[in-house]
């Protein structure tokens, strides 16, 4: 980020790849908690309707979801629905900057549906920003996650 006078690189990097990261996420995370509603059902049902979603069977609602076998082994979830946590080595009046330009990305963040934290100089974990701005969470995270650290 030392190179990234304007922040234009972090920028990019927050309404891009984290925006698509979280989008893939929340449908692993909405069609694992509620497949019925937000999953697509058994894909050996589905007619696929156009380019937007699918048929469970001959008829019913479009579903656009993931289907039941993507997000589950026949025994339970093939993996824990959590939502997506973001960690950027930068200032946070930058990342605050970037927030504030780009409303649905704020909101995600807002709304909790992404977890977003900054890394300090030191390669450590340090903050989490919240609707109510950013939360020192450096004893809290080095109780449960000595080892998260970001290599130099």
């Known amino acids: 980020w030392r190179e990234d006078r304007a922040f234009a690189v972090l920028e990019t990097i927050m309404t891009a790849p984290v925006v ?14 509620d497949n019925r509603h937000f999953g697509c059902g058994d894909k050996l049902l589905h007619n696929v309707v156009g380019t937007i979603g699918v048929l469970e069977g001959r008829g019913g609602d ?10 589950a082994d026949g025994e339970g979830p ?13 200032p946070t009046a930058a990342i605050e900057g ?3 330009r780009h409303s649905s990305l704020r909101e995600l963040v807002d709304k909790g549906w992404l977890l977003l934290f900054a890394i300090d100089d030191d390669g450590a974990v340090a903050r989490q920003y919240q609707a109510q701005g950013w939360r020192d969470v450096r004893a809290s995270l080095s ?6 650290r970001v290599a130099p």
């Open 78 to 90: 093939v993996h824990e629905p959590v939502r997506l946590a973001v960690a950027i080595e930068a």
């Open 143 to 148: 109780a449960t996650l000595p080892s998260l």
């Open 20 to 33: 698509v990261a979280s989008w893939i996420n929340l449908q692993y995370y909405g069609s694992t908690v």
């Open 98 to 100: 970037v927030l504030s």
């Open 62 to 71: 479009l579903r656009a979801g993931l289907p039941r076998q993507s997000v």
